[in-house]
């Protein structure tokens, strides 16, 4: 498969700093694919800024339903979710089993759903990251791939604590699409396989 075969569709709601990480990962040659396009739900998104500065194409779509028929035509290996905060339905999440990946801000299994550096510091945690994970009907909760760990210090707070995180999804999520793009990374009945291996814990990125 050459540089140009394997198609990446990124969906967002907002700034897009994954989608920017993911864009500069594939134009580096790290990651061995394309962008091919940019799905946002909400027409302010920066992200399509993004996409448009770098000749992707994008589109505002605010149903499953018009994104999975989008999807159907383009037929991308690969769907990422980059801070998409509609929740999508379990006949989405099935239909695209297996290429659908989301990137959470905690150590999933930990604090799924929102608010997870708040949460992170409450319960007075010495650690936090993120996690990136098959998308699977069930919120977060799908088979985890891999994740970063970042240690708390005493004096963080929500807002320190999101920049650290945030600048630790900016190196994992570019290394697991490299990975699947790379064919290394697959998802079989429900569980990761990484080098032809079922995953007995999720792959560690140093953040």
């Known amino acids: 498969m050459s540089h140009s075969d394997y198609s990446i569709a990124v969906l967002i709601s907002g700034n897009g700093s994954n989608l920017q990480a993911i864009i500069d990962a594939t134009q580096s040659g790290r990651i061995n694919g394309r962008v091919s396009a940019v799905i946002s739900n909400r027409s302010d998104a920066f992200g399509l800024d993004r996409a448009r500065q770098a000749g992707i194409a994008n589109t505002i779509l605010t149903s499953d339903e018009a994104i999975a028929s989008y999807l159907a035509d383009?037929?991308?290996?690969?769907?990422?979710?980059?801070?998409?905060?509609?929740?999508?339905?379990?006949?989405?999440?099935?239909?695209?089993a297996g290429r659908l990946i989301n990137i959470h801000p905690s150590l999933l299994p930990a604090y799924r759903g929102l608010d997870t550096h708040t949460r992170a510091l409450a319960a007075g945690d010495t650690e936090h990251g993120c996690s990136v994970h098959f998308v699977t009907p069930e919120l977060d909760a799908g088979p985890i791939i891999a994740q970063s760990i970042v240690p708390i210090a005493p004096e963080d707070t929500p807002e320190s604590l999101q920049q650290k995180v945030q600048a630790a999804e900016h190196q994992l999520y570019p290394q697991v699409v490299a990975w699947l793009a790379a064919g290394r990374v697959k998802m079989l009945e429900e569980q990761v396989w990484f080098d032809q291996a079922p995953l007995r814990a999720p792959l560690q990125v140093p953040a």
């Open 74 to 96: 383009l037929s991308p290996q690969l769907i990422v979710l980059a801070g998409y905060m509609r929740i999508l339905g379990a006949a989405f999440t099935r239909q695209f």
